[in-house]
């Protein structure tokens, strides 16, 4: 009985949170400023960090997430509802910083677009995997961080939008308008690398 | 092909892969600096205002070409209405345009006439030297009279 109250309690809400995201979506569609400042509190942080991710130098990194912004309240009034909201704000991140580096000219070192070794696996004791314990390892989230950083654009954009934003393979593969098949085989490359870069830190017992 | 698909599914779904997401899934969110989004607002602020002064302009030029448009219409249809019969059309135009040139032609008919009969006239020192001596004959007349 109560597990039905409390079902029938979180569908409303979540049909109350949709409708107010609609609501507030139609507003910022009208380039209604206020509406657009809830908006970007909901998304910033989010954005910031997968601009942050994309580009290397912070400074920049804070630009390209404003412009981001300003793309996104300019260009409202042409999201036409096909996508959901946050792909639409991360299609315009992604191309913003595909940009950036085109007009910087920066090549990051390349993964090579092999498969890793079949069955290869990270190698540690099943507590180190607890995510408790992970959220307090810093060290080992710096050592996540320089690997994500070390791998190609084309990875690192699959591996984040997918495995830190949760967008859909489908989503992402129209953003970066390829097959989804391809999205699948760059996100594996993607998390392969990481595998290796946290195992060759866990073997070694420092950071790289 | 099917089959390439149903391995990677199986790859991705395997428990390194799997550990690896969950681990960049829970990396820390970095949050913005207050003077990052003070800068954004600035920045949203002037582009608001763009925008409302575009949506103005357009809302005075909107009506505004439309009742150009729509007084140009009415002028093109009621005009041809308001003239007369004889002058709205192109053969009365025609008509009117040969009786000035008409009277042009008699104008200057009766101009050559008159050079003709008349001459063409004194010219301007013909005219000062006749003005002087009939002066001078005037005045001689005129002591003439005094001493008789």
């Given amino acids: ?208 | 092909m099917n089959e390439n698909f149903k391995n990677i599914d199986e790859k991705l779904n395997s428990g390194p892969q799997q550990m690896v997401a969950h681990l960049v899934s829970s990396l820390p969110s970095e949050e913005p600096s207050m003077l990052w989004r003070s800068g954004l607002n600035e920045a949203l602020r002037a582009q608001s205002r763009k925008a409302e002064r575009r949506r103005r302009f357009f809302w005075v030029l909107r009506p505004l070409s439309l009742t150009t448009a729509c007084a140009l219409a009415a002028l093109l249809v009621v005009r041809p209405m308001m003239m007369p019969p004889s002058l709205s059309t192109p053969k009365a135009h025609a008509m009117v345009s040969n009786g000035i040139e008409r009277d042009l032609m008699d104008l200057h008919q009766n101009d050559m006439r008159a050079f003709d009969v008349g001459g063409a006239g004194l010219d301007p020192t013909e005219a000062a030297r006749t003005s002087s001596v009939t002066q001078v004959s005037w005045t001689d007349d005129s002591e003439a009279d005094l001493e008789l």
């Fill in chain 1, 1 to 208: 009985m109560e597990l039905c109250i409390g079902t029938a309690l979180l569908t409303q809400r979540m049909q109350n949170d949709a409708a107010s995201e609609a609501a507030l979506i139609e507003k910022c569609r009208r380039q209604d400023y206020e509406a657009f400042g809830k908006f970007v509190d909901a998304y910033q942080s989010r954005v910031f960090g997968f601009v942050r991710r994309m580009v290397p130098n912070a400074e920049e990194a804070a630009d390209v997430a404003q412009e981001v912004f300003i793309k996104a309240f300019q260009n409202f009034n042409r999201f036409d509802g096909r996508s959901s909201v946050r792909t639409w704000l991360f299609r315009i991140a992604y191309h913003l910083c595909v940009d950036r580096a085109r007009k910087e000219d920066r090549t990051p070192d390349r993964v090579a677009l092999v498969d890793p070794e079949e069955g290869e696996h990270i190698d540690v004791p099943d507590a180190r995997w607890q995510p408790d314990q992970l959220a307090m390892d810093s060290e080992l989230y710096a050592v996540v961080e320089d690997g994500v950083k070390s791998m190609s654009e084309k990875l690192r954009s699959v591996l984040l939008l997918h495995d830190r934003e949760d967008l859909p393979y489908e989503e992402i593969a129209g953003m970066l308008n390829v097959p989804v098949g391809t999205v699948k085989s760059r996100l594996f490359l993607a998390r392969a690398h990481l595998q290796n870069v946290v195992k060759a830190y866990l073997d070694g017992g420092e950071k790289k």
